[in-house]
């Protein structure tokens, strides 16, 4: 067996300090051994080395990984995880190209976890390990790291100029502290929620002010030390999946005999015939393609269950969309997104969608107190109703999807 490092990944500058801890493989209870982490800071580049012939665990920022979940027919992961990023396209401003998207188990509601991140984030985080030739055995993002049970209290990880908190299963938040009680109240959407707060030995903050139901967790010295001692694999999503999986460790013995391989696949290919094979290649692409189509039109129009003329129907629901004339359609609602926005000056339009008589904006901006004029406003206009779906702070602004729907008026 061999022992485990931790690493807490905030900076990958070679010289940047970077706690880390190393956790005995003796065979001992693991929760104990896990519990009497030691946590130490040194240079990325040393911490790095000390992964050599160690299973190697990276804790990532959870402000930079985005969690969702995603309903589709199919119930094989690899299948789920292929059409995630059709599905959940809408819900994004940058091309999903640019996205990496990962599983989790399914749920019991049938639904699956996915956690959603950049690929230049991934990249970054990966690449002092490359480096190295250290292979990092998973890439938890710290959020999924506290601790969960159903129906149990929400986990907030308290620190310097950072509130991490796990408000679900698969769902969580990372803000300033300033913005902690603000984003608090909107994920518990009107419900308080009793939260179990992991308190530093050096934290003397009183946390009653909350009001809210509290448990105090206290006696780490250390961030790291809760989300070792808390984190749980089957609760979390490894981000190293699909492109970025590093359990293939074959491939570092054949690599010597990939020009031979290549050389090999290539008199195979020509000997079967390139032509054979380009027909094949474009019949799946079509079909994947068609899938896709098939799939977001199902999402949009659900309704419509039976797909016969994919592009007869499409254009029978845009006829219907732009000819209902009635108060619940998409330009009554652009109207009052578009008032609310010119009226409260202060947040920038990434996206739009519409959907299911609903219209979804995705916003960015400096501060929260905006969205709070914003949510006043359509308070007093009633023609359209307002709900915040996600508010995400960090140090370089807010995040915000909204959703607008027909109002009473």
């Not at 990249?123 to 002092?128: G, I, K, R, S």
């Not at 109240?185 to 909350?210: F, H, I, K, Q």
């Amino acid at each position: 067996m061999r022992d485990t490092l931790y690493i807490r990944l905030r900076d990958t500058a070679p010289d940047a300090p970077t706690a880390h801890a190393l956790v005995s493989a003796e065979p001992i209870a693991s929760s104990l051994t896990r519990a009497s982490a030691i946590v130490r800071e040194l240079p990325l580049s040393e911490v790095v080395a000390l992964g050599a012939g160690r299973k190697v665990v990276v804790f990532v920022p959870g402000a930079d990984v985005r969690l969702t979940t995603v309903s589709v027919p199919a119930k094989q992961p690899a299948k789920v995880l292929q059409a995630a990023p059709f599905v959940l396209e809408d819900q994004f401003a940058e091309d999903v190209d640019t996205l990496h998207f990962a599983i989790g188990s399914r749920l019991a509601s049938g639904v699956f976890p996915i956690a959603v991140v950049a690929r230049s984030h991934i990249e970054d985080w990966l690449a002092p390990f490359a480096a190295a030739n250290v292979r990092v055995a998973a890439l938890v993002p710290e959020t999924l790291a506290l601790p969960w049970e159903l129906e149990g209290p929400w986990s907030v990880l308290p620190e310097d100029g950072q509130m991490i908190v796990r408000s679900g299963a698969y769902a969580g938040f990372s803000c300033v502290p300033d913005d902690f009680e603000w984003l608090l109240e909107l994920a518990e959407n009107g419900t308080p929620a009793s939260l179990r707060v992991l308190v530093a030995r050096n934290d003397s903050r009183d946390y009653t002010v909350l009001k809210r139901p509290l448990e105090l967790v206290p006696g780490f010295d250390h961030p790291l030390e809760a989300l070792i001692r808390f984190w749980k694999p089957a609760q979390s999503i490894d981000l190293l999946q699909g492109a970025y999986s590093q359990r293939d460790d074959i491939n570092r013995y054949w690599r010597p005999w990939k020009l031979a391989a290549q050389l090999a696949a290539a008199a195979l290919v020509l000997g079967i015939g390139i032509n054979i094979v380009e027909s094949a290649r474009l019949k799946r692409e079509v079909a994947a393609l068609q899938e896709a189509n098939e799939l977001t039109f199902r999402r949009l129009f659900p309704r419509e269950t039976k797909i016969i003329n994919l592009e007869a129907q499409v254009e029978q629901q845009v006829r219907a969309l732009r000819g209902s004339g009635s108060r619940d359609g998409l330009f009554e609602l652009m109207q009052s997104a578009s008032s609310g926005l010119t009226e409260n000056p202060g947040l920038t339009l990434k996206n739009i969608q519409f959907r299911d008589g609903a219209l979804f904006l995705d916003l960015s901006g400096t501060d929260l107190q905006v969205l709070e004029r914003l949510r006043a406003w359509f308070n007093g206009h009633r023609e359209a109703k307002l709900d915040v779906e996600s508010a995400d702070s960090n140090e370089s602004g807010v995040q915000i999807r909204l959703k607008l729907t027909p109002g009473a008026a």
